[in-house]
C-alpha cells in the first residue's frame, strides 16, 4: 500500500471526532448562546467534599508516586467492587487483582500491547470493536499493528456486537475485544448472558475481554451488570477478563484523569510490569482524592438524580421523534436524523439554527463492508448540563427541527 494511502487511512481511524466537528463547523455562526452537546463531559457534579483532601495533600506533588498506587487507594478501589457487585465482597485482591490508571482512556490505550504480547506466534493479529465505538480502542489497535476488526452495533443487533457473528477464523487470530456497557454511544446493556458468552468465547479463543465499564454507575434502573461479576459466577476465576473505570463519569471527575483497572492477575502482573517503564504513574494527591471519591455513594447518586431528571425533560420534548428510546445506561442520546439529512447535516442546522452542538455519528463509527457508516443517520446528545440548560437545549432542537 503507498504511504500516503496509508497514512490518510490511519488518519481516518484515529482523528478525534471533535477535531472533525470543529471543522465542520469552522467559520458557522451560531444561531443563538451556544450550549455544548457534543462532548461527554459532566458539568454540574464536582463533589465539594474533596477540595480539602487534595489540599492536605498538595506537598506530595513532589514525590515520584508508586506505579501500584497506594494501599488506601488499592483498598478502596477493592471494597467499592465488592460493595457494587455483592458476589464480589472479599474476593478481590487489592494486590493482584488491580492498577490505578490515569484515567480509563490511558488504560485502555496502553493495555494493548501486552495484550498482543501475551500471543506472539498470531499472524495478523485481530482486536474486535463495537461499531460505533470509543475512538481509544482504534488507536490502540493502530499503534500496535493490530488489524482493528468492526463489529456491527446497530439497532438490528440492540447496539451491541453480535457475538454468534463472528467469524471463527477471526476470533482465532484476536489478542483483545474491547466491549463498553453501558455503551458510547448507544446506551445499551450487556445482561449477564451476553456477558457470559463474550467471557466464554474470550476463554475458549484465549483472547482478553477488555470491559470499559465506566458509565457503569448511570443508569435509571437496575444497575448494569459487571464482567468480573459474571467471570467469577462462571467459573471463580478472572481470567481472561479486565474491566476498565473511571472517576470521570461516575464522580463527574473528568479533569482528574484517575480510574483502575482490574481482573486477571496474570495479566494486571504483566501489565504492571508493562506500566513501569511505559507509562505514568497517578501523582499521589490524586490518589488521596481518589480514594475518598470511590468511598462515597452519595454524590454518585445525586449524580444520577440529575441524569434521571434530564432523561424526564427529553421523555418530554423528544417522546416520538428522532427515533428517540430512553438509554438503560450512560448520559447520550443516540438521535436519528436520517430525516434531516443525517447527522452531519442536522449538526450543522442545530449549530447554524439554535446555537446547540451535537456530534456527528459518523464521527464515532467506520464504514462496514458495504461502505456504509452505521453512524451516519445519527448525532450524538450529552445530556450533561443542569436541568434548565438541558430543557433550554431540546427545546431548541426541537423548534429548530420541528
Known amino acids: 500500500m503507498p504511504l500516503d494511502v496509508a497514512l490518510t487511512r490511519l488518519d481516518d481511524l484515529v482523528r478525534s471526532p471533535f477535531a472533525r466537528l470543529a471543522l465542520l463547523l469552522e467559520g458557522l455562526v451560531p444561531g443563538a448562546a451556544p450550549i455544548d452537546l457534543s462532548l461527554g463531559e459532566p458539568r454540574a457534579l464536582m463533589p465539594p ?62 493495555a494493548i500491547f501486552p495484550a498482543l504480547a501475551r500471543k506472539p506466534a498470531i499472524e495478523a493479529p485481530v482486536v474486535l470493536i463495537p461499531n460505533p465505538f470509543y475512538q481509544a480502542y482504534a488507536a490502540a489497535a493502530a499503534a500496535s499493528g493490530a ?22 477464523g477471526l476470533l482465532k487470530r484476536t489478542i483483545a475485544f474491547y466491549l463498553c456497557s453501558p455503551s458510547n454511544p448507544q446506551g445499551a446493556v450487556a445482561d449477564r448472558a451476553y456477558l457470559a458468552r463474550a467471557i466464554a468465547l474470550a476463554r475458549r479463543f484465549d ?15 437496575a444497575p448494569p451488570p ?39 492477575p496474570a495479566f494486571i502482573a504483566f501489565f504492571g510490569r508493562f506500566r513501569n517503564v511505559a507509562c505514568p504513574q497517578v501523582p499521589l494527591p490524586i490518589q488521596h482524592v ?34 428517540y428510546r430512553r438509554p438503560e445506561g450512560s448520559f447520550f442520546l443516540w438521535l436519528d436524523f436520517q430525516a434531516f439529512g443525517g447527522g452531519e447535516a442536522a449538526a450543522t442546522t442545530l449549530w447554524k ?12 463509527a ?20 443542569d436541568r434548565d440548560t438541558t430543557r433550554e437545549a431540546l427545546t ?7
Not at 467499592?80 to 485502555?108: F, Q, V
Not at 483472547?207 to 434502573?221: K, N, P, R
Not at 431548541?396 to 420541528?402: E, K, N, P, S
Request: charged share 25%.
Open 290 to 323: 481518589s480514594a475518598a471519591a470511590w468511598s462515597d455513594e452519595d454524590h454518585v447518586e445525586r449524580g444520577r438524580a440529575l441524569y434521571r431528571a434530564n432523561f424526564d425533560i427529553a421523555d418530554a420534548l423528544l417522546a416520538g421523534r428522532y427515533g
Open 207 to 221: 483472547f482478553l475481554l477488555f470491559a470499559d465499564e465506566c458509565y457503569s454507575e448511570i443508569y435509571g434502573g
Open 49 to 110: 467534599f474533596l477540595g480539602p483532601i487534595l489540599e492536605r495533600h498538595l506537598g506530595e506533588f513532589g514525590r515520584y508516586p508508586p506505579i501500584k498506587g497506594i494501599p488506601v487507594l488499592r483498598q478502596a478501589i477493592a471494597e467499592w467492587i465488592g460493595r457494587r457487585y455483592k458476589t464480589l465482597e472479599g474476593r478481590i485482591d487489592a494486590e493482584t487483582h488491580m492498577l490505578p490508571l490515569n484515567g480509563s482512556r490511558e488504560g485502555l490505550f496502553s
Open 396 to 402: 431548541r432542537i426541537v423548534a429548530t427541527l420541528g
Open 366 to 385: 467506520q464504514a462496514g463492508p458495504d461502505g456504509v457508516n452505521p453512524g451516519k443517520d445519527y448525532a450524538r446528545v450529552a445530556l450533561v448540563h
Open 353 to 364: 439554527g439554535c446555537g446547540v452542538r451535537v456530534l456527528p455519528g459518523a464521527y464515532l
Open 226 to 264: 459487571g464482567a468480573l461479576e459474571t467471570a467469577y459466577a462462571e467459573t471463580g476465576s478472572f481470567a481472561n477478563v479486565v474491566v476498565f473505570q473511571s472517576l470521570s463519569k461516575r464522580s463527574g471527575l473528568p479533569g482528574l484523569r484517575s480510574g483502575f483497572v482490574a481482573g486477571d
Open 147 to 168: 488489524k482493528p476488526e468492526f463489529l456491527p452495533s446497530t439497532a438490528e443487533t440492540l447496539f451491541l456486537p453480535e457475538l454468534e457473528a463472528i467469524d471463527e
